[in-house]
């Protein structure tokens, strides 16, 4: 294969020369590419002045490396075993952490660090002589790096399969799934997605715009590790400094001095007793405020949804001015008594009779209307009554719907371009019914590259030095994902008729037609602005409850087909792009991921049947212990009887919540009116607002620790605006470096102290009371960290 240079670094005189002669080395073995093709001059960096980014592909460009070496061996049994090995681990801790009281994500540059220090261990430490060079075959390199890096990250997340059979273990006894059903819906269930990615390559993976923000720092991490030291030294300088300083510092707020978690000056002051300013002003604990003026110093909340660093501008400039909106419209609902709000807490994602009032909030019980059969019972719900949610948690689902409406117009609108090659296929029945002969043996090599439009140029969308280097490389044929879909969606109905689960096949069928347009529409916003905010459960819930009412266990796998199929392919998408980024083969990312998601639910599916079988009555109890919690699980099995007992009673029309299946209508109607003006006025920049986004975090505040979000705006905007307009050079070689370092130091600092002190080996230290983690009120009254009171009291 041809090596392809790296463009960044080549003087603007000599580039035609070299892309001429890299497509040429390429068209002698292709025949695809247009040799009168070139690389757009202006969009290089020539180091003769400063850089400009202005967009996605100057990003793109001029800082991810796009140089290659086709010589790199990937597949050895050091990769494999550093791969499955961690793996192993992603899954299993995952797990784990999943039945936690607090959840604890495991990040991709923690995996990649580990696999860093892993691969470079075997290399320099086995002898490569006799039997032992199968173990260390040649020097630990970049791509053999990636590959790891991609199979323990594809396993490295717990399967929402996990979830569901875990609820039928503990609260639908009779209905318990036996082992081997139980494992084939996990592999079913992730390997689902896989295959929706993987259809979608051409329009959510190769495209230039797509260019992952949230994988940027990993990747630029990759590369400066392994790249010449002499010339990335102040690079690594950066890395390493920022990861140790990191590291070290972490223990301080999270375990010695956890007011840092977020110091509010309002709550620390006389007024910080009040319950009105605690629900404006505090944020230190789980559903206390909205943290308004409060300020994180730990970087594990600050980075804990997405990466400031890498966040575009665009993104966060809608981010800020959603979460505006959202303090203004949680404050308008709950003091004006919105559904009822003052009744119940502030912001809760429980359920509660209508006769709850502060200070006595009741739960609702929800076990009390189902029959024998898991069913609704219509007479108990007569006696028990409709349950109410929290005004906060309603404006959360109307803005999680608006959102996912307003996508589907919005990215049709806005970047239909960039989707459209996943219809190819459709715009192609035509020709595909006159060469019928031609299709039949699908699996033959193709001399026609699928990635190449019909003439067999480079599409436009896709013009950036990482793809046409890429394609040097075979890619894998679509019939590969086609394959892997089929026989998921064969497995799974299997499973949900061995399984008893109450669904059947059609909604199967419609779950997975959810999935690919959810996939499609939402990758976009993850693929262009690195969100991965709006949460598609509810859709899939509310849908699913619609289709077959009063029935929660059947509600539940619908939304595992029609909800985690998306939220994989999400994972597996940004996998994707990393590969292409580190020019890892098509065909070894593919094999990198299925063995990682085959790994990883196995392993899912191990450490869940251990867990649930040895701790059912602690994660059963509502408070669970410092070591174990059924939080999780139990919230799942809330929304599961939620959505599949109650929908109708309380989201139909003329129902109290009315609102919220509204909104899915509405939503898609919002982006109409800005695309117009746009259109009428493109010189106002319309398209910089991203109606989807903002929207979506109207709703951002109803869950969690709140105290963080004004550090990671503040952090953002320097990054993103101060650091990349008027400090380009250090933007381009320093920031996602940064940005992998602390988040680096943090991931690793966090798994140790969740071991040594947090009570994820079997028991806790804490750290000795000082007015730093603890405060009390004048009658002695426990509160927050931040010292706010608490907002139940009143």
Partial sequence: MPTVANIDAIPSGELEAVRSKAISEYNEKKGTFEKSESVDNDSIDTGLSKPEFKSNKDIVVKIIDSSDDPELKVWNVRSFILGVGLAIFGGVLQCIFYFKPQTIVVNGIFLMLLAYVGGEAMSMLIPRKGWLKYLNPYPFNKKEHTLITIMASSAANCALAIEVLAVQKLWYTNQTVNKAVSIFFCLCSQLLGYGLCGLMRNSLVYPTDMFYPNIVAQVSTIHTLHNDKQKSRMQLKWFYLCFAAMFFYEIVPEWMFPLLIGFSPVCISKAGKNPTVSRIFGGTNGNEGLGFFSFCFDWNYIASTANPMAQPLVAVMNNIFGYILCIVVFLGVYYGNVWKAKNFPFLSQDLFYEDSAPGNYLVYNQSLILDSKNKLDPQALQEQGVPYMTATYVVYLIA????????????????????????????????????????????????????????????????????????????????????????????????????????????????????????????????????????????????????????????????????????????????????????????????????????????????????????????????GTAIWSGQNVQQYNTQGIAWGALAKEMFSSGKTYQMVPYSLIIGLFIPIPFYILHRLRPTWHIDNINIPIMIWYIGWLCVGVNASIWSYFIVALVSQFYWRKYKPKFFQEYNYIIAAGLTGGVQVAVFILSFAVAGASGSSYNFPQWWGNYSADKNGNTANYDWCAFTNDG
């Fill in 400 to 623: 999680t719907n608006l959102s996912v409406a307003a996508t589907f117009t919005y990215m049709y609108l806005f970047h239909w371009d960039k989707l459209q090659p996943t219809f190819n296929w459709v715009f192609s029945i035509k020709e595909m019914a006159i060469n019928w002969k031609s299709y039949i043996k699908f699996w033959e090599k193709s001399e026609y590259d699928q990635r190449l439009t019909i003439d067999g140029k480079v599409p436009e969308i896709c013009d950036d030095p990482h793809f046409k280097a890429y394609m040097a490389y075979e890619d894998v044929p679509h019939w590969w994902y086609g394959i892997t879909l089929l026989l998921s969606f064969v497995v799974a109905i299997i499973c949900l008729y061995k399984g008893d689960t109450g669904l059947p096949w059609w909604m199967l069928i419609i779950a997975m037609l959810l999935a690919f347009f959810l996939t499609l529409m939402l990758g976009g916003l993850v693929g262009i602005f690195g969100f991965g905010g709006t949460q598609m459960q509810t859709i899939c819930q509310l849908i699913g409850a619609y289709i077959k009412p009063g029935y929660p266990l059947a509600n539940m796998y619908f939304t595992l087909f029609g909800y985690n199929s998306v939220s994989q392919a999400f994972l597996m998408l940004q996998d994707l792009k990393q590969a292409e980024y580190m020019k890892l083969a098509p065909k070894s990312a593919f094999f990198a991921q299925l063995i990682g998601t085959a790994v990883g639910a196995i392993f899912n599916f191990i450490m869940m049947e251990s867990i649930v079988n040895s701790k059912a009555e602690i994660l059963l109890s509502i408070q």
